[in-house]
């Protein structure tokens, strides 16, 4: 499958999806959030993970401070009767976010150039350096260049 392809097909499966950018996670944590919401005691979660209780608030806070492992969250999500969704959510398409940073580099690109015939009073018009950027932008997709990521 070409790149074109694959990033066709990721689109059309995130598109599917609801607004999961603007979904934050809560506060204390999905564990402790769900855990609660059911009703369910640290000491009942440990039960059903087989460790110990205190286990469950190491769980929660590691959560919270972005250091749990995926297999964490799966086993917990699991003993919470629950699935975990594990997703990278663009906040475009991945066309979007392509052409996007294309744009920028092609205009970082013409930029330097039209500097340099500004001070030889040679630059272009507007409307012709914005054409200009987008038909390099163009150019950087329809060949893939590796520069589009080469720069933060």
Partial sequence: MDRTTARKALDSKIASLPPLQKMQRPHKGWIRAVKEALGMSSKQLAARLGVSPPRITALEKSEVEETVTLASLR?????????????????GSFE????????????EIIGKVDHTMRLEAQNLQSDKLNEEIENLAAQILREQHKIIWDKR
């Fill in 75 to 91: 086993r917990a999500a699991e003993a919470l009767d629950c699935a975990l969704v594990y997703s990278f959510v663009p906040k």
């Fill in 96 to 107: 979007e976010v392509l052409q996007t940073r294309a744009r920028r580099i092609a205009a």
